[in-house]
């Protein structure tokens, strides 16, 4: 057996499965830390403006699991009308979707300006 793998029988399934062991790094440390041996905390607003934004994100996934569960169930009952109910779900689904894609939008462009604002107010 080769000491980097070895093989492990997963109980549930009967299908076996590989474990890897990987040697973990020690931290680096950063820019901001070999120069001045300590970290900023940064700007308290932008981290809520990320933390609020995350939170959107995570509420909307939380509503597309629902959604897909539902959508599941009434497919597997195979009642007309469940399967008109799912139009509207699907439909509900696909503007969560865009909805997500937007938010990690908003996300990146707020992301992009702390770090932008924070290496020019460094870099004076």
Not at 12 to 36: D, L, M, N, V, Y
Not at 63 to 74: A, C, G, S, T, Y
Not at 81 to 87: A, R, S, T
Request: net charge positive.
């Amino acid at each position: 057996m080769n000491s980097l793998s070895s093989a492990m029988e997963d109980p549930s399934s009967g299908h076996r499965r590989s474990k890897k062991h990987h040697r973990q790094r020690p931290p680096s440390k950063t820019a901001a830390e070999e120069s001045e041996g300590e970290v900023e905390e940064g700007d308290p607003e932008a981290w809520a403006a990320l933390n609020k934004g995350f939170r959107q994100v995570q509420s909307v996934l939380d509503r597309n699991r629902v959604l897909i569960q539902q959508v599941n169930e009434n497919q597997q009952s195979r009642m007309a009308d469940n399967m008109v109910k799912n139009v509207s779900l699907i439909q509900e689904l696909n503007g969560n979707i865009s909805k997500v894609v937007s938010l990690y939008s908003d996300l990146n462009t707020n992301f992009t300006n702390v770090c932008q604002h924070r290496s020019k107010s460094s870099s004076k």
